[in-house]
Structure formats: C-alpha cells, structure tokens
C-alpha cells in the first residue's frame, strides 16, 4: 500500500518514531521543568543577581520563545521533523550547559536565548510529529501529554535530592546530558513521511479535512511532481518552503484557528495566574521555602502523567464537548477550594483537581489543532504554542498585580470564575472550529486479500462507533519497563542521597520502617515519604500489569 506520495506506509515504522520521540519529550521536559524551578533559586544564589535582573533573565527566553514558534512551524512543515526536534534538543542541552559555566548576566542571558529558541524548535515539532498517527490512533496526544509530565515529575524527585550534594552546576550539567541524549534518539527515529506541498488537501496527507481551508485536490492523480522531495525533506514548491503560499501562511493558519486560539489564551491566562498566586502564598503565606513548594506541586503532576490516556477514553465516549466543560469545572472547583482551605496539605490535594483539568483539557486542545491545520499541522502547532505564551505571559502579569492588591480569598474566586467560564467558551470555539466533537476512529488495517461484504443492514439501524484498540502486550510490557526504569533511576538517586526507604527495609528494623520510617528535616521527610509512597504505586503498577500481561498470553489467538 502507497500514499499519493509514492511512499510506502509502514504502521509499525510510525510506532517506532512515535515511540523515540515520546521518550525523547520525557527526557527533555523534565530538565526544561526543573531549570525553570531553579533558575529563579540559582540566579540570585549562585551569580548574584537582582531581582530585577533575574526577571530579564526569564523574560528573555519566554519572548525569545514566543517569537520563534510559528517560524518553527514552518521548519516544522518543510524540513526533516526529526533533525528539526533533534536541533531544539541540542540547543536545550546548550543552554543547561550554559547555566553550569555562566558567572554573570550576559553569559545567563545567552543561554537563557538557546533555551528559549530551543524550546520552540523542540516542541513545536514533536506535537507535529506526534499528529502524523492522529487519524490512525486518537490518543496520541495524551500519551504525549503523559511523556511530558513524567518526565517533569521524575526528574524532579531526583533533581532536588542530588541537588545539596553537586549544586546547581552539576543538575544543570545532567539536564544537558539528558537533553543530549534525547537528541540522538530523535535522529535516529525512523523517518516520516514528507511535508504535504502547499494545496495538497488534508485527507491527502493523512489528516482529518480542515474546515473552511477551501484547498482542492491537485490535478491529476495526486503523484508528486517531478523533484518532488525525499522522505522527511523540504518541500520543493518555493512558495510553500517559505510558509506563504495561498493559504498556508501562519496569519491564514491563524485565523483558521482562531476560535481555539482565544479559548487556548484564555485557559492558559487563567491556569499561570493560579499557578503563580499559588507559589506566592505559599511562599510568603506559609513560609515554604521553595523546595517544599515542589514537593506540594508533586501529586498533582504524578496525577497528569497517569491520568491522561484514561482520561482520553471519556472524550472518545461522551465527546470533546463535555470533556472540555467538565475540566473547565473541575479547575474552577480547585480555585475555590483554595480560597476555602489555603492548608498546604491541602492544596497538594486540591491540585490534583488542577492536574486532572490540564489532562483532559491540553490533549484535545491539541488534537483539535492539528485536525483543524490538516497537512500544515507544524504552522498549527506554532501559532497554538504561540497563544499559549501569550497567555501565561498575560497571567504572570495579573498574578503579581492580583496579589499586591486584592485578598487572597478574591484573587481564588476570581480565578475560579475565569476557569468555569471555559465551561462555556471552549466547547463554543470547538463547534465554530467545524471539527468533530468525538476523536477520529482509528483507520481501518488494509486487507491483503477481498473480504466478503458485510450483510446488509436495515435502513434504520444505528451506526456504531468502533472502541479504541487496547493496547497490546508488547506495548504493555515495553510502558511497564519504562515506568519502572524511571523508577529505579529515582531510587538510585535517592540512596546516594541517603533518603532511600528501600534502603532502610533492609538495614533498618523491618517494623519501624513499614510502619514509617523517619528522617530529620521537613525536605528530607518529605522526599522520604515521596520515595516510600512512590514504591508502593509501583508494585500495585507491576501486580495489575502483570495481571493484564498474564490474561493476554492466556487469551485464544485469531
């Protein structure tokens, strides 16, 4: 089987790259999230600078990145993904490198520009990457979504135990290897197939049709033209290569989206302004210092990177629509129990409403935009990053005036307000965004020989819709061993820290430890009890997927 490009499709060769690249998400995410909880910490401890100098110092990468995503879109539709990827990769290990040798203002500020192009470049293409098995598999971006937070909160854990014993230098130092690592894996992913030329139509190049895009099938029998590109290699049409052919231009891609866009900006106002009023509560409120500020935010990320995928099965079932207003209620819910109940015990609990919202909400959004972008899913991507920044950028600005001038009680139910109106708003911008409310079914498997036709139904039989493909036993098995690596990877850490629970079973008494354990010092406790709860999930992880292991070796072949 070919497509109109003339290129073989091979469903287990687009596993394989969207496999490396969902690993390579989960090894760079966790660095670019830990340096940017550090940064703050290390400008001001390590190389002196004021605050108002380490504001410009995160200003500079948050506009730097903002300005080079839709360009990034663009490499993103004309050029090979994974060197792109692997680029913005590169570009983030320079950065924490950066950050490890910088000793003033100027050498920061420069590696604050890498992260922040880097950034674009890396994210914007990987989303891209991900949406090519969209109209096959629906919950790619969920499971793109999960990569990413598994990786924050699995570097976190490690990062801040080794933090006291190598300084920020040598996290920084892991954080570039890490990031190096990724970009390997990216170039040696296999390839994809090449960028659609500008009027190719969506369902061309293997993506849901774009309402309202008006592009017509090219004539003839949909070859490529003579040239026409290799695999993963720019597009040959001139005008297309340069992202402003008729259509195709990131202005025209932005009015397209723009019902989303609106709906994307505003969430994200919304969810940055929490965030930070969060941080400056506790911090100010509560008198945290800011590592016991990341241990309160860690439930709520271990619920991201686990509640995605099952998530994604509610929006299969019950639509987008109700997805999306059921999320927008559930942060609106979390806002108001923090202006009830500002505990730090619970609002660690809270967030986990927070992080369960942000699971369901950023995957369709996601999916919503590449649908809607059809063959130039990397300009989409560009432009719905881009409204993103914008938003959190809009947010970390009402934050700080929020804060200074209304209580804090005000400041939640404003908040909360904001987030239930999404309730309202994001299933209105999907409707005028012409896409379907339910994700795309999974593309039927070609069959190598005729199949008899089906019997005929009754004209008033209802269509059904096909499940979601569970997923198999390899790919089961190959999930568990990545969780469990991770795993091992944060307990090694965590014994070379000597806050390993694991440890204590069997060099301390075996009751006292199952009963607890103690370590002195509210950090060093709280890590304690993080390795210990976190080594239970894994066992329950290994016993029911074990459990689902055992039952499909036992269930009857075809």
């Not at 849901?208 to 592009?215: I, L, R, V, Y």
């Not at 569970?470 to 965590?494: C, K, M, N, S, T």
Request: glycine share 10%; hydrophobic share 50%; with cysteine.
């Amino acid at each position: 089987m070919t497509t109109d490009t003339g290129q073989p499709t091979d469903s287990g060769r687009g596993r394989r790259r969207e496999r490396a690249t969902l690993l390579a998400a989960t090894l760079t995410n966790g660095p670019n999230e830990l340096l940017d909880f550090l940064l703050p910490l290390w400008a001001g401890a390590a190389i002196g600078l004021s605050a108002t100098e380490t504001g410009i110092l995160l200003a500079v990468e948050l506009a730097l990145s903002l300005l080079a995503r839709p360009l990034a879109g663009v490499l993103a539709d004309t050029r090979d993904r994974r060197r792109v990827a692997a680029a913005g990769a590169a570009l983030y290990a320079a950065s924490a490198a950066g950050y490890a040798v910088a000793t003033g203002p100027l050498s920061a500020c420069l590696a604050a520009a890498l992260g922040g192009i880097g950034g674009a470049l890396l994210w914007v293409t990987i989303s891209a990457i991900v949406s090519e098995r969209l109209a096959e598999d629906s919950a790619v971006f969920p499971r793109l979504f999960a990569a990413q937070e598994t990786g924050s909160w699995a570097a976190f854990v490690p990062g801040l135990a080794l933090l006291p014993g190598i300084d920020y230098a040598g996290v920084f130092l892991l954080c570039s290897a890490a990031c190096l690592v990724a970009a390997v894996l990216l170039l040696r992913a296999p390839a994809g197939p090449p960028p659609a030329p500008a009027g190719t139509p969506p369902a061309a190049a293997g993506m849901p049709p774009a309402p309202g895009t008006g592009a017509a099938a090219p004539a003839g029998d949909g070859a490529p033209a003579p040239g026409a590109a290799a695999p993963g290699g720019p597009v040959p049409d001139a005008a297309a290569a340069r992202g402003n052919a008729p259509g195709t231009g990131i202005a025209a891609i932005g009015r397209r989206l723009r019902p989303m866009l609106l709906a994307v900006a505003l969430t994200m106002t919304a969810e940055a302004t929490l965030s930070l009023l969060l941080l400056l509560h506790l911090q100010r409120e509560h008198d945290l210092d800011a590592l016991n500020i990341a241990l309160v935010f860690l439930p709520g990320a271990i619920a991201m990177s686990l509640a995605a995928e099952p998530l994604h099965r509610y929006a299969v079932r019950f639509g987008r629509s109700r997805v999306l207003a059921a999320a927008a209620l559930s942060g609106a819910a979390f806002a108001t129990g923090l202006a009830l109940v500002p505990h730090p015990y619970a609002i660690a609990a809270l967030w986990i409403l927070s992080g369960l919202s942000w699971a369901a909400v950023m995957p369709i959004q996601q999916a919503v935009i590449a649908e809607a972008s059809g063959p130039h899913t990397g300009r989409g991507m560009g432009v719905y990053e881009s409204a993103g920044l914008f938003g959190a950028l809009l947010g970390a600005l009402a934050a700080g005036w929020l804060y200074d001038r209304a209580d804090w009680t005000v400041c939640c139910l404003l908040a909360a307000a904001v987030l239930a109106s999404g309730a309202v708003i994001s299933p209105a911008a999907l409707r005028r965004l012409g896409v379907s409310d339910l994700p795309p079914a999974p593309s039927p498997a070609p069959a190598p020989t005729p199949q008899p036709e089906p019997a005929p139904q009754s004209d008033t039989a209802t269509p059904t819709r096909e499940p979601e493909p569970e997923p198999g036993p390899r790919a089961l098995a190959r999930a568990l061993a990545q969780r469990v690596a991770l795993f091992v990877l944060a307990q090694l850490a965590l014994l070379a820290a000597g806050l390993s629970w694991i440890q204590d079973l069997f060099t301390e008494d075996l009751l006292t430890t199952l009963n607890g354990g103690h370590r002195d010092g509210d950090l060093a406790r709280w890590i304690y009890g993080a390795g210990k709860i976190w080594t239970y999930l894994v066992l329950a992880d290994l016993l029911w997927t074990g459990g689902k292991l055992l039952r499909a070796r036992d269930r009857p072949g075809p």
